[in-house]
């Protein structure tokens, strides 16, 4: 009998997703409560060669797009649920849609912090971002776990 029903790489690409979501959204709300980035100890004066004087569109951004996106991601990737609006977006039409996202969400966590690197002060947490963007290029594309996104198999719905 087997103790997990998906492989490792699956599970850590999961936790992957949620430690993001959370931070994101976490980090996202306090810079749009507190524009000038002081509950996260950030300095306005960081933003200088950015096109933003405080932190409100950059923590909207961060809000959806390392925050609510990757929850989405992960909710798709464990129900396999189906949505129209997302396989729209989907360049991998024999994929779930959620494997596709998931590999989106790397390349969006490590353009996001790229960007960050070049427009602003350095920040603790953007190696670890960067890092958890390519793992989740990584586990995406390991073969087990795009075995299990196949339209053509029994786990997509």
């Known amino acids: 009998m087997k103790l997990f029903k998906y492989s490792f790489f699956f599970?850590?690409?999961?936790?992957?997703?949620?430690?993001?979501?959370?931070?994101?959204?976490?980090?996202?709300?306090?810079?749009?409560?507190?524009?000038?980035?002081?509950?996260?100890?950030?300095?306005?004066?960081?933003?200088?060669?950015s096109p933003f004087n405080n932190y409100i569109i950059p923590g909207l951004l961060l809000f959806i797009f390392l925050g609510t996106l990757p929850l989405l991601i992960v909710s798709?990737?464990?129900?396999?649920?189906?949505?129209?609006?997302a396989d729209a977006l989907n360049i991998y039409k024999n994929r779930h849609w959620a494997w596709t996202f998931s590999l989106y969400e790397g390349i969006i966590s490590i353009t996001w912090i790229?960007?960050?690197?070049?427009?602003?002060?350095?920040f603790w947490i953007q190696p670890v971002i960067i890092i958890i963007g390519l793992l989740i290029i990584i586990?995406?594309?390991?073969?087990?776990v795009i075995k299990q996104f196949e339209s053509n198999g029994i786990n997509v719905s």
């Open 11 to 49: 599970y850590l690409l999961c936790f992957l997703h949620i430690f993001l979501g959370i931070n994101g959204t976490i980090g996202g709300i306090l810079l749009i409560l507190k524009s000038d980035g002081s509950l996260l100890g950030m300095q306005t004066g960081w933003l200088i060669h």
């Open 76 to 85: 798709g990737l464990v129900k396999k649920m189906s949505w129209q609006k």
């Open 139 to 144: 586990c995406t594309m390991i073969p087990g």
């Open 114 to 122: 790229t960007v960050q690197l070049v427009l602003t002060q350095n």
